[in-house]
Each structure stands twice: as C-alpha cells, then as structure tokens.
C-alpha cells in the first residue's frame, strides 16, 4: 500500500504556477484548483485519529461546494471494524461507520467539517488495522481529483510494560506497586490519572497447609480485598515533575483495604494522558501487563475493641473475637493489656501504637479462650481503665487495635445505679397494674458534667426536687446548668429555692392522675435524658484524659447537588471516630453557618437519600419501613457505606438530631442488644410467621419435611443456604423444631445480609455503646431517631413560643398563622416546620426557652415572601390580611426554599 500511494504522488502532475492556471480553460481551472494534498493525521490517540486535509491551491477552498471523504481498512475483505465520525472530539452526534476490508468507506457528510477540513473518527482499539483515507471536492463544474492516498495510519498502542511488585519484610498485608510511566511528550500530552487495579488470582484463598479460609465474607465487609474481579485501589496523577516517568504506591497500607496474607494477586495499571489543542482535549489511556505476585505471611490483624459486660466496682467480664486474618498462620495465644489513666496518657494505645517498656501496661492473663474476668482494686473505682488485646501467632504479635476504656464505678455509684434500675422495673410492673412510680433523683452537680448538644436538654420531671413551675435544662453553650419558670418566663443560673416537700407532693398528685400513655412517655423521657447524660460527660472525660478540647469541631464540607458521594469521601477519610467531635456542616456555595440548622438539614437529607435502592443498603417493607437489603453483600461498597449510615444514626442520637429513617422493628431490636420474635417476622411476612407458629403449637412428625436451609433469592438466581453448619443434613423434627424457627427468624429479619447488619451495628456502637441501650424498646428507639412523627398544633402553641418585631399573641397574622397551620395536612406542617427550624418535626423535648420557636414581623409588606432563621427558629412573617394568602406564600415559600444564606 505504501508502495502503491508513493507511485501515486509521483504520477500526479506538479503544481501550476499562476501562468500555467491563467492559460487553462475556466472549467479546467477551476477542476485544477481543487486538489487537495495528502490527508495527515493532526492528532491520535489510543482510541481516535483526527484527520486533516489542505487543497493544492489557495483559491480551492472557495471553489469547493461539496466534499467527500473516503477511508479503506488495510485488512482482509472478510473483516469489519466498527468505528463512528463526527465533527470534534466532544460532539452532539456520533454517526456510527462499518468499515469492510478492502473497500473504501465514505463518511457522513455531517461528520466532516468543512470549514476546519477535518474528521474526527473514533470508537477504535488496539485490534482495529491501519487506515488509509483520501478526499476530494466537488464543484457544478464536475468532480476535482481524488486527493493522494494518506499514509496508513493507527491509533496509538495502548499496551504498557508490566509493573514491578515488591514485598516489605514487617508488611504481610500490602505489596509495593511501582510503574513506568510516558514522558510528556507531544504526542501523548500530560498525565491526568494513573490507575492501579488488583485482583485475587486463585479461586480460594489459602491458609496455612493449603487450609481454605472459612471466613471470606467477613474478610470482605471488613475491607480486605478477596475479589476475583479488578478492584481499583489507586488513583493519582503518579508521577511528579521531580520524578517524571516513574510513579509508585503502597497497596493495602495503613488505612487501605489490606491484602489477603498467603495469596496470590494480580496488578495492572491504566493511565489517561490529555493532549490539548485549542479549546479541546484528546485523552488517550494506555494499560500495562499483568504482573502476579504472592503476599506473604506475617502477624495477625489487630483485634476488634473488646466487649465489656458485668461491670461492676470489683470487676468486669471481657469478651473478644479472633482477628478477621490470622496472618496465614494459627494463633498460639492471647494476651491482655491492662492500663489506667491515672498511671499514663491514653493517645498511644488508642492510635494502635506499640507500649513502650517503661510504660505501666501490665499483661493480665495470656491463653488461648477469647474471654477473661479481671478484678478490681480499691484502687481502681472512679478510675478509667484501658483493656487491649493482642493475638500471637508463630511470626509474631498483632499490633494493638483500638483500647476499649470503662470507667470503674464507686461503690455509692454502683448502689445508685442498682436503685435506678429497681425503680425502672418498678414503674413497668406499675404500668401494668395502673399505679404510680415516683421518679429517681439525680445528683444536679454530676448533671452538670454533660457535653455539648445542639438542642437544649430538659430534665423530665421528677429527676430532681424543684420547686412548682421550675424546670432544669442544659445549655451547651456556656456547658451549666440552667433553670426556667414555666409560668412567668423567669431563667437563672442558680438552682431555685423553695418548699421540695410541696413541689414533690404536687408532682405526686399529677403522676397520679396521668394515663397510662402520659406515664409511659414520662419514664421514656427519664431514659433518654440519662442516656444523653452519660453519653456527654463520657466524652468529657475522654477528651480531658486525652488533653483535648471537647468542643472541637469536625468540618464537613460538602456540595449540596452531590451530598451523599460528598458526605462518604470525607467520612471515609477522616474516618467514623470523627464524628464523636463536634459536626460542623458547610454547604460549598452558600453562606450560611451552621448553628444547628445546617447540621439539622444534613442528617435528614443523608440518611433518606441512604436509603434509597440505588445504594442496595435497605428495602422498604409494605409497613414502609426499611430493612437490610440482601443483594448489598454483591456491592463491595456496601459495608462500608453501611457502617458509615450506622455512625452518623449514632451521632444524630448522640447531638439530640433527627433522621429520616423509619428502620424495621427487627433491626432496631438488634440495635438494643435483643434477638429478633416472631412479632417483628409477622411485620414483614404474617403468613410465614403463622406457618412458624403452627410447627411450634402442634405435632410435625411425618408432616413437616425440611431441613436447617433456607432458599436464598438475588437478582433472579436462586441458592440454597444453611441456617447451620450442616444444615442441609439435619431433619427439622419435635425435638429441634425451636430451633429452626428461631434460626428462620433470625435469618429473615436481618440475618440474610448479616454482613451488612454487623457493619451498621459497628458504626452505631462507635458513638452508643450497645450497653446504654438495653432498657430500650424498639418503638422507644425509633422515637429517638426519628422523633414525633405527627406534629400537635395545641402542643406547639402552647409550649416555647416567642413573638417578636411588633407581634403579638392577639397580632391578626399570627391568628392568621395558627389558624392556617391548623388547617394544613402533617406533611405540610412538617414542611413549615423544615422551613422555619431546619427539621420537619418538634424536638423531642419541645422547643426551649433559650431557643424557642419565634413568630417576628417582617420588614416588608404584605406583598413579600415568608423567610426564616433556622438556626434561631424563627419564622419571619409579613402583614398577611387573609389565610389564602398567607397560605399560598408559606407553601410557595416552603417548596423553593433551598440552601442556606446569611440574613
């Protein structure tokens, strides 16, 4: 073909001079004038080729009324390459072209550009032959010459030399990837990304002695990568300008998805280089050879924190799992480290690092068991101590994970908390005889050790001796204690004196005379309050062990348009622990500051878009509840999403927020530390539940033939699952039938995406710890992530409400305004309420007095728009003279309300 085109550019005439072209005849001249040179390639890339033409002549150009551009695939007249054309490298239309061995194609007239004498022609790979191309004009006149063949042209090769793997000697888990990279040369442009990808090569990972690892599903939600598909774990520009044509990383470092000890993995890398010209960018992306390499074995994992249970002033009970990765040998032993905080600062342990000799971590036991009972000195009450476990194998010791710190309570605080809890028992066998349970009084001065909160934080009633109309709240600005009078409206600082004996035979007379639902909402308030209270001086007292300061501020910075992807980067980053900080939202874009209507606004916003089925987190039920969705263990993503949304439903707790999630009773069952029943399957599934009830109440010999084994369903292929190891061989009889129904209750409510259950619960139990929660009922729970559902007009009108700006409780607009809200349906009072407050409900407690729900005149008339202060609660009304039109505005105001802004 070279050959065949070099003997064509010698066989066309030379060019004319303007005395040969002044002699042709018209028609011949203006034939002449529409040669065209060779076509040249302006730019190529690994998947385009953008050709260009010239004529011969200046003046052709404008001689040319048409033009036609032909290209001929150098291959085989059985083969065809499918490519498109079109005007530039980033167009509105992709003309697509079927390209046949041996024969010329003629382009679309709309994909070649006149103008610019240009096609660009793309959609081609590595496997695709090289292309020839010729063009010529047309004029009324007839057709000018074709132009000379161009030489044969390619796309650019993508293939790339292999990467060089390398092995550290103390990292078992990670494998040193480093790779050649392009220069900057012309042809290729500046590097955009490097790539690096990873896969496990054998069809199961090995253990020592070619053992198969039993638990590849916990290794995978817990971040280790087992995937037999390309996982990318690196993405960065790669080389720098100090080391141009050179770029390495470390995979599955610290703070990276580990490797598998012992196994064989695959790597490649793909980098995307930009070539500029002009206004536009032609990209190419060259991928490398595979290189294998096997990681080796080391130490174990470091352990889980542990779990605690039966603390008490004289000792404690712990508990631990054996690390997710053994190392790729068998553990030998454990060992338990034990450390006070009066002895040594904690940071060192609590950021994985080794003890240092001279430091006073004593081991306290050292075997085999993964549970221990360790005693308490007089010594140690009202001291917190540190527990920390290591697993050793034959190469040594895990590095220590996070230490699991108590605090050792007094004997006077072990006997108050014994009556607390006789009293809690006390009040639910009253509920059921309908009598009355006075309330426990609690010592305001260790109230007062409580941290920072977004709402105010009212005492129930009843917690502490106060006189008639007096109330106790938290301020967490000034971090004291404040008192308020329900009838005059008078606050101060210092606890209020009086008669208590009257106070209390008072409260007693109202305990006696209230319903059963009045009662129950009173002791649930009593719950939650020393809930929040121990949760907030815990923290206090960590940060002051920790020589931090426990107001400090996480900075989440987020756009509005991508708040979930922008919201699971940073979080992923800076990990979950950031979030026992402070939350400090900010909306890149907009100039509010988050006072605690930016926060509001986030939570609810994060945690209903996390439920959306995009993400393969949740289900809704026909209650219209949400529950694990089991296709989520097919996303690799989904555990660490998941426990990401159990954090941030621990720190909505945590601040007093809300969230839009209205989780299944079962999965809040779990959250309490109980099992799944029977009552929260026939939520989901009453026929199964009656199907399970009837095995249980009568005789299934000969009747019932099944086994330990469920029928799984994702995505439409079907698999048969044990419920127990062996399952499929066991017979469900008299004998074993409890069993069964109790392993199908677990499985069907939450226990078919275990893994995604046991992320969420590792990130909730972050900030809560799963032992506060346990007086809880579910209900209980899902009103303290979700607050009140239905908003009462009475209770909000006659609670915290604050006039201002000229208004008035008798002000016409503020009648308008009740009266207009009373009338709307509870979504749309949901909306005025996000509109004004930030949240779609009331705080759980009611407005505050320091933070009370205002109604305040606006300085415009009537003709204006309703505003808001969210974070004042204050809600900004012009002189409305009519409901209609103190309707319309609300709402129109309410549905194009969006973003933040300073006023």
């Keep these: 073909m070279a050959e065949r085109n070099a003997q064509q550019r010698k066989a066309a005439h030379p060019k004319l001079s303007l005395d040969q072209l002044n002699k042709l005849k018209p028609k011949e001249r203006i034939l002449e004038e529409l040669r065209i040179k060779p076509v040249t390639a302006e730019v190529t890339t690994t998947f385009s080729i953008t050709i260009r033409w010239d004529y011969l002549y200046v003046t052709g150009e404008k001689q040319a009324q048409l033009t036609v551009v032909e290209v001929l695939l150098v291959a085989h007249e059985s083969q065809i390459c499918a490519v498109w054309a079109s005007l530039d490298v980033s167009p509105d239309v992709k ?228 690390p997710l990765c053994d190392g790729g040998a068998q553990i030998l032993r454990y060992r338990v480290f034990v450390e006070s905080l009066g002895q040594r600062d904690a940071d060192s342990l609590d950021n994985g690092h080794e003890p240092e000799e001279d430091e006073e971590v004593r081991c306290v036991f050292e075997g085999n068991t993964t549970s221990f009972d360790h005693d308490f000195t007089a010594a140690d009450q009202g001291q917190r101590i540190g527990f920390h476990i290591l697993a050793v194998n034959e190469l040594g010791e895990s590095k220590p994970g996070r230490t699991t710190w108590v605090r050792v309570p007094t004997a006077a605080e072990e006997a108050e908390e014994i009556a607390f809890a006789a009293a809690v028992a006390s009040a639910a066998d009253a509920r059921e005889h309908g009598q009355m349970q006075e309330g426990l009084v609690v010592d305001t001065a260790a109230a007062s050790d409580s941290g920072e909160t977004h709402e105010i934080l009212a005492s129930p009633e009843g917690m502490v001796d106060l006189p008639e109309g007096w109330n106790e709240y938290w301020d967490p600005a000034s971090e004291e204690l404040f008192y308020y009078n329900v009838y005059t409206g008078e606050n101060q600082w210092n606890k209020p004196t009086g008669l208590p004996s009257d106070a209390r035979k008072s409260l007693v007379e109202r305990h006696a005379s209230e319903t059963s639902q009045e009662r129950e909402w009173r002791l649930f308030r009593k719950k939650r309050f020393r809930l929040l209270h121990h949760l907030h001086k815990t923290r206090k007292e960590q940060a002051a062990a920790a020589n931090e300061n426990p107001l400090a501020a996480f900075r989440l910075s987020i756009r509005r348009d991508h708040l979930v992807a922008d919201s699971l980067v940073r979080l992923e980053r800076f990990g979950i622990e950031a979030l026992q900080s402070k939350l400090q939202v900010v909306f890149e874009g907009e100039s509010g500051i988050d006072s605690g209507g930016l926060s509001k606004d986030w939570f609810l916003a994060f945690s209903n878009a996390m439920l ?279 709402l129109f105001a309410c549905d194009h309300a969006i973003g933040f802004e300073l006023t």
């Design 612 to 890: 959306q089925p995009d993400y393969c987190l949740f289900t809704r039920t026909e209650r219209g509840e949400y529950e694990l969705d089991p296709r989520g263990k097919l996303v690799p993503e989904a555990p660490r999403y998941i426990r990401i949304f159990g954090a941030v439903c621990g720190k909505a707790l945590f601040d007093q927020q809300l969230v839009n999630a209205p989780l299944c009773t079962a999965l809040l069952r779990r959250a309490v530390g109980s099992r799944p029943s029977l009552d929260d399957l026939r939520e989901k599934d009453p026929v199964l539940a009656r199907s399970l009830e009837w095995m249980l109440e009568n005789d299934i010999q000969d009747i019932i033939e099944e086994t330990f084994t469920v029928t799984s369903e994702l995505f439409g292929a079907y698999q048969e699952v044990e419920l127990i190891p062996g399952g499929a061989a066991i017979p469900v009889s008299n004998d074993n039938k409890i069993e069964y129904v109790d392993a199908i209750v677990d499985w069907h409510c939450g226990g078919s995406a275990r893994g995604l259950l046991e992320a969420f619960m590792e990130g909730f139990r972050t900030l809560v710890p799963m032992e506060l929660l346990r007086d809880f009922t579910p209900s209980e729970m899902r009103l303290l992530l979700n607050g009140k559902t239905e908003i009462s007009v009475e209770d909000l009108r006659s609670g915290c409400v604050r006039y201002s700006g000229g208004y008035d409780v008798e002000s016409e607009p503020v009648q308008l305004f009740w009266s207009v809200f009373a009338d709307l349906t509870q979504v749309d009072r949901g909306r005025v309420l996000r509109f004004a407050t930030g949240c779609d409900r009331v705080p759980l407690d009611g407005f505050s007095p320091l933070l009370p729900f205002t109604l305040t005149r606006s300085e415009f008339d009537k003709e204006a728009l309703p505003t808001a202060h969210t974070c004042f609660h204050q809600l900004v009304l012009p002189p409305y003279e009519t409901e209609h039109e103190l309707r319309d505005k609300l």
């Design 95 to 322: 003309h697509q072209v079927q390209l046949h061995g041996s024969m010329w194609t003629s382009l679309p007239e709309d994909a070649v550009d006149v103008a610019k004498r240009q096609v660009y022609l793309g959609g081609l790979t590595d496997s695709c032959p090289g292309l020839v191309f010729r063009v010529r004009a047309r004029h009324a006149v007839g057709w000018g010459e074709w132009s000379p063949q161009s030489e044969i042209l390619q796309p650019l090769p993508t293939s790339r030399p292999k990467p060089v793997l390398g092995l550290r000697e103390d990292e078992a888990y990670s494998v040193d990837v480093s790779w050649a990279e392009h220069a900057r040369m012309p042809c290729f442009g500046q590097i955009l990304c490097s790539e690096v990808f990873v896969r496990r090569l054998v069809s199961e990972p090995q253990g020592e002695d070619g053992n198969i690892i039993e638990n590849l599903g916990d290794l995978t939600s817990a971040g280790f990568i087992t995937s037999l598909e390309d996982i990318r774990v690196y993405s960065g520009r790669g080389a720098t300008e100090s080391t141009v044509g050179c770029a390495a990383t470390q995979v599955g470092q610290r703070g990276q998805r580990p490797l598998l000890p012992g196994t064989l993995y695959s790597f490649r890398v793909e980098t995307t280089m930009g070539l500029s010209r002009g206004d536009k960018r032609y990209n190419s992306r060259f991928v490398s050879k595979e290189a294998t390499i096997k990681t080796q074995r080391g130490p174990p994992v470091p352990l889980s924190p542990c779990e605690t249970q039966n603390l008490t002033s004289n000792g404690i009970s712990l508990s631990w799992v054996p």
